[in-house]
């Protein structure tokens, strides 16, 4: 007897939270929502040494470098199936590349808090999102949460605008939250149940590949910029991408999708605390 044709959903893993190590998932969630935060300062502060392209460049080189060495300690563990990949090329894509590019190119026209805030409506889009399509429901307590949350976020931004603001920026900060909600959506539907740390590595050199378009603007502009400035960027590709992509993957095995997108609500919080510190 023939077997019926199996569909892409038949061939999804069991999405459901893996059963992990109890408390370390949200610490992995805590530290990425720190870094985060920070480079959203960091974009501000350097943009006007390096434009959006051959920043994402450097920040994606500098991140796949140094997951490149720690891959020679580690053994990978790279998918098996061809439509994963296909996926892992798509994601790296509009994560590592389009959604760095379309933020940096926001900030250049909005101020950090106001991005961070905009962009983080995302977890309300992935919240709604998992919770219809991939069956981790709506529960209440999760979406007053979130809403409460983003009421307050408002404020505080509201409270701390600085006047800097442009309808172009304002923009660019909803492409960049569409596309942040998407990849998480992507990463927990297709790519969770693979090797974490495999997964991010592929997707950054995926990113760090494409944005080799931007290589002759950024050779003049590292030539042109503050070294500490150079510097910052290369922080943006060790910390908040490397290290933090890594603690986001390794979060998303376990915890559902849109309860752990929530908890990026703080960051915008973080960002303009940070912003006062550092930006003034």
Same mark, same amino acid.
């Given at each position: ?232 960027? +290369? ?34 919080? +973080? ?10």
């Amino acid at each position: 007897m023939n077997r019926p044709a199996t569909d892409l959903r038949d061939s999804t893993p069991n999405l459901q939270p893996q059963a992990g190590p109890r408390g370390l998932p949200w610490i992995a969630a805590l530290l990425t929502m720190t870094f985060w935060a920070s480079s959203f300062v960091v974009i501000r502060d350097v943009g006007e040494a390096f434009s959006p392209g051959p920043m994402a460049l450097l920040r994606g080189a500098s991140a796949a470098v140094v997951l490149s060495v720690w891959m020679l300690f580690r053994r990978p563990k790279f998918p098996t199936r061809a439509v994963t990949w296909l996926i892992l090329i798509l994601w790296g894509v509009a994560w590592f590349a389009a959604y760095v590019v379309v933020l940096n190119a926001a900030e250049r026209s909005i101020d950090a808090g106001t991005a961070a805030m905009i962009v983080n409506i995302a977890p309300l889009i992935i919240a709604v999102f998992a919770g219809l399509v991939f069956g981790e429901g709506l529960p209440k307590r999760l979406l007053i949460g979130i809403v409460v949350s983003l009421l307050g976020i408002g404020m505080i931004t509201a409270a701390t605008f600085t006047g800097y603001f442009t309808i172009g920026g304002l923009v660019l900060s909803l492409v960049a939250a569409l596309l942040y909600a998407a990849c998480v959506l992507l990463q927990k539907h297709f790519l969770s149940r693979d090797d974490s740390v495999t997964v991010t590595w592929a997707g950054i050199l995926v990113g760090a590949l494409v944005s080799l378009v931007f290589a002759p603007g950024l050779v003049d502009e590292v030539a042109a910029a503050p070294v500490e400035m150079t510097l910052q960027v +290369v922080y943006l590709g060790v910390v908040p991408t490397a290290i933090a992509f890594n603690l986001w993957g390794y979060a998303l095995k376990f915890l559902p999708a849109g309860l752990l997108s929530s908890s990026s609500l703080v960051v915008p919080a +973080v960002v303009v605390l940070l912003a006062w510190v550092v930006l003034g």
